[in-house]
């Protein structure tokens, strides 16, 4: 079955401790990414990589680092997370591409609910 | 800026009924894909119907359609013969040309009632 699995789904910690939420996508995908979610604000997208060693920033990539070693994973980093990145993240991966090079389908996570204390 | 416009924060419906979420954007791109997902409240995002813009028919996926207006730039989500399961958060997408991320719509809340 075609999924992106991030881990873990549910997570609470305190301001500063590191923390890595991982997200892995089995259908070879090259560009994969990162979106938080908040009231009112909708989804952003915090890093992405268009393939193994390419990473690049969205639009709200500050306090995050993302790293891609292998195609399939695409783990995001929190190096000393504070109380404003409580939130909840998604990953998503792509591939199949249209006519202008959109994407014509994009596979989400199933999220991860953090919580920084 | 890409913008995607949802200009209904809440929507109610009767079980059985039809529905119509709406969708509009801004876009100059010769070519673009638009997409919707369903949020319910356990957070996962679920996709549901993709259209894209040089696609000659609107998109149907089962009891969901797109009715795709391309002069208009709107793409609105057609739920038929709407269900309790139906209630959830629905967005509208996004995906510009070059390989560039979704830009996502500020939600419709469905409720489906009995």
């Known amino acids: 079955e075609a999924q992106v699995t991030q881990n873990p789904r549910y997570l609470i910690t305190v301001t500063g401790k590191k923390l890595t939420v991982t997200c892995s996508q089995n259908m070879n995908h090259e560009y994969m990414s990162w979106y938080r979610q908040d009231p009112g604000l909708g989804l952003r997208q915090i890093y992405y990589s268009m393939n193994v060693e390419a990473t690049d920033k969205g639009d709200v990539p500050e306090g995050y680092k993302v790293s891609r070693k292998e195609k399939r994973n695409f783990p995001l980093i929190l190096e000393s997370p504070s109380p404003n990145q409580t939130s909840l993240y998604f990953c998503?991966?792509?591939?199949?591409?249209?006519?202008?090079?959109?994407?014509?389908?994009?596979?989400f996570g199933q999220g991860t609910r953090l919580t920084v204390v | 800026a890409q913008k995607i416009t949802q200009t209904q924060p809440g929507m109610f419906v009767q079980e059985k009924e039809a529905v119509t979420l709406d969708c509009t954007y801004d876009?100059?791109?010769?070519?673009?894909?638009l997409f919707w997902y369903k949020q319910p409240s356990s957070g996962e995002m679920i996709f549901l119907i993709y259209q894209g813009s040089y696609d000659q028919q609107n998109a149907t996926e089962g009891r969901y359609s797109l009715n795709f207006q391309k002069a208009r730039k709107s793409a609105n989500l057609v739920i038929s013969a709407s269900q309790l399961g139906d209630s959830a958060m629905y967005f509208c997408a996004k995906a510009p040309p070059g390989r560039r991320a979704l830009t996502f719509g500020s939600g419709t809340r469905l409720q489906v009632q009995p």
């Open positions: 998503a991966s792509s591939s199949r591409t249209g006519p202008g090079g959109e994407y014509t389908e994009a596979f």
């Open positions: 876009t100059s791109d010769p070519s673009y894909g």
